[in-house]
Structures are given as C-alpha cells and as structure tokens.
C-alpha cells in the first residue's frame, strides 16, 4: 500500500488566495483526520470523519477553514482566504476501526504551508 | 489539553536501551496509553499502546506501573534512526479517534 497521499508536498500563496490541501487515505480505512503543526502550538487535530461524515470538528480555528470528504478516498481541506497565520504544516492521518477502536493512526508526509 | 508529562528532552547512546517516561496520574480506568513518535520533517508513527498489562511489538517495550499513573516506552537498542519526538498520549480506546498530542520528548541518539 502506498499509505496516506498527500498534495501538494509544498505550497507557497499570497494572502487572501484560497488554499485546497488534498489527501488519499489508505484503502478500506475508515477514519481520516486532519491535523496542524506549528513551532508555538504543536500538533493539533483539527477535524476527523469517519465514513466520510464529518465527526467533530472543534479544531477548525474559525470559518475561514473547511473541510470536505466527497468519498472514501479524498478529502480535501480548504483555506479562504489565507493568511500569514495559517503558515505551518498540515497532516492528514488515517485509520481503521475495529471491536477495539481506533488506536494506530497512519499519517501521511504532510503539507507545508507558508501564507506570503 | 494534554493529560501527561514527558520531559522535554533525553540522550541516549546508539545500542543502549533508551527509556521514555511519562507521567499520567489522573489516567482513567477507560483511557489507555498511547506512544506516538515523529522523525524530522515527517508525519507521526504509531509505536505502541497499552491498558495495563506491559506490552512489547517489534518497535519497543511499554512498561505501565500498578497504579497506572506512569508508564515507560523502552527502545531495547537505540540507533541514531531513532532520534525523534516521542509523545506519549492517554485516550478512551473505543472511541479512541480523537488523539491529542501533547510537546513530547525530544530523543537524541548520540554516536
């Protein structure tokens, strides 16, 4: 398997441009998440699906953020408009449920995001 | 809001066994230990978890005391791939999507 696929590896926008983060998880998984890091705030979570329903999505700073999962094989996230503060690296991660849960997450290489 | 304490940062010498505390002490009967770590420019790795009982994968070793509030990640023998932040983390498991990462440990593995 060739794990979770993310696009574009690196992405460079001006401020006030829409940004769209892309993400392939792994086949036959049935939770995604996305997460940020930064330098200041670390690795934050923030919003899961699970059978392409959006579960909980209290880590979206605010509405400038959305995300999307149009099938079990994509989703994407969204930025309009971007800005300077949104700088970091964005994570996808997948995982399958099972009678124990969901406790192994496989990530993907990440997104890095630099905001001009 | 992270719910364990990890120092900030540890060393070990390549081929000895490298020791990862972490304290938990207000970990609830529900909630198991995770260990994630993340290399360098690169997503986070699931490493290892456990309830209560000690556990041992390929990767390493989980020591969780009686009590629960503490528990140890052993890497039997380091090598310099190994240098990493390594998070511990406490989750609900069966409803165990929601991971929240704390700062970690960052490991140095030293020649």
């Known amino acids: 398997d060739a794990g979770v696929i993310q696009s574009p590896r690196h992405e460079v926008t001006e401020m006030g441009q829409e940004v769209t983060l892309r993400c392939k998880p792994i086949?036959?998984?049935?939770?995604l998440f996305w997460y940020r890091q930064t330098m200041m705030r670390g690795l934050e979570l923030l919003i899961y699906?699970?059978?392409?329903?959006?579960?909980?999505d209290s880590g979206m700073p605010e509405d400038r953020f959305s995300a999307k999962m149009p099938n079990a094989s994509f989703s994407t996230l969204k930025i309009q408009p971007s800005e300077p503060r949104d700088s970091a690296v964005y994570f996808c991660?997948?995982?399958?449920?099972?009678?124990?849960?969901?406790?192994?997450?496989?990530f993907g290489p990440g997104t890095r995001l630099t905001v001009t | 809001d992270a719910k364990t304490t990890q120092p900030t940062s540890m060393d070990c010498a390549e081929g000895r066994a490298a020791n990862l505390p972490c304290n938990h002490s207000?970990?609830?009967?529900?909630?198991?230990v995770y260990w994630y770590r993340q290399i360098h420019s690169q997503g986070p790795q699931y490493i290892i978890h456990?309830?209560?009982n000690n556990e041992t994968n390929e990767m390493a070793s989980l020591i969780i005391t009686e009590d629960r509030k503490s528990s140890t990640l052993i890497l039997p023998h380091a090598t310099l791939r190994d240098t990493a932040v390594y998070y511990c983390?406490?989750?609900?498991?069966?409803?165990?999507?929601?991971?929240?990462f704390g700062s970690g440990t960052r490991l140095s593995i030293r020649p």
């Open positions: 991660a997948s995982s399958l449920s099972g009678t124990s849960g969901t406790y192994e997450q496989y």
């Open positions: 086949s036959g998984h049935d939770y």
């Open positions: 699906f699970n059978n392409n329903v959006p579960i909980d």
């Open positions: 207000t970990i609830s009967g529900n909630e198991y």
């Open positions: 456990g309830l209560k």
């Open positions: 983390i406490v989750s609900v498991y069966s409803s165990a999507s929601k991971i929240i």
